[in-house]
């Protein structure tokens, strides 16, 4: 099944660990119109824009899926409102800074990216339905305890810092 004109569904739920622990993964209706807003919104246009192929690496994850790999049965993915993705030879920070300034989503993570290794880490991106989407734009890294933590890069909601002052100061 088609999404929109550069992703299937089959990519979109397609995991390793389900496969190897014969979980299924198969969406609802609600996930897949979740999935195709998503397709529609962030990732056909980041296709577009940069006209190389957007590697998924996670997208929708059932619940019984998201409590093997230690995901929360809460986590966007779960309701098929998030991917995890990357284009290969592209850094993942010009990634998410693109769309941060020319697309609507409803929460942005630049994971585990580090500065002098431009292709360290990967997007996540989340959308809802319009309106309800709070433009969140988060860093996440491992703290001095090895623990995940987040950093706040930029919300237009909450008028945080500019992308420009976290660069200064980021990793």
């Known amino acids: 099944m088609r999404l929109s004109k550069n992703f299937s569904l089959k990519e979109l739920i397609k995991s390793e660990t389900a496969t190897r622990k014969n979980i299924n993964n198969n969406p609802n209706e609600?996930?897949?119109e979740n999935l195709q807003r998503l397709c529609d919104h962030v990732l056909q246009p980041?296709?577009?824009?940069?006209?190389?192929?957007?590697s998924i690496s996670s997208?929708?994850?059932?619940?019984?899926l998201c409590v093997e790999i230690g995901s929360s049965v809460s986590s966007q993915h779960a309701s098929g409102q998030a991917a995890d993705f990357e284009i290969y030879g592209l850094s993942n920070k010009t990634l998410a800074d693109w769309i941060h300034d020319n697309l609507d989503f409803d929460q942005l993570i630049l994971e585990y990216h580090k500065k002098d290794e431009p292709n360290s880490g990967w997007v996540h991106c989340s959308y809802k339905n319009g309106d309800d989407n709070r433009k969140e734009y988060l860093i996440a890294f491992r703290d001095a305890n090895?623990?995940?933590?987040?950093?706040?890069e930029y919300s237009d909601a909450a008028g945080g810092p500019t992308p420009e002052e976290v660069n200064e100061s980021l990793i």
């Open 46 to 54: 980041v296709r577009d824009h940069f006209a190389k192929v957007v």
């Open 30 to 32: 609600d996930n897949i």
């Open 59 to 64: 997208g929708f994850r059932s619940p019984e």
């Open 146 to 152: 090895g623990k995940t933590a987040y950093q706040k």
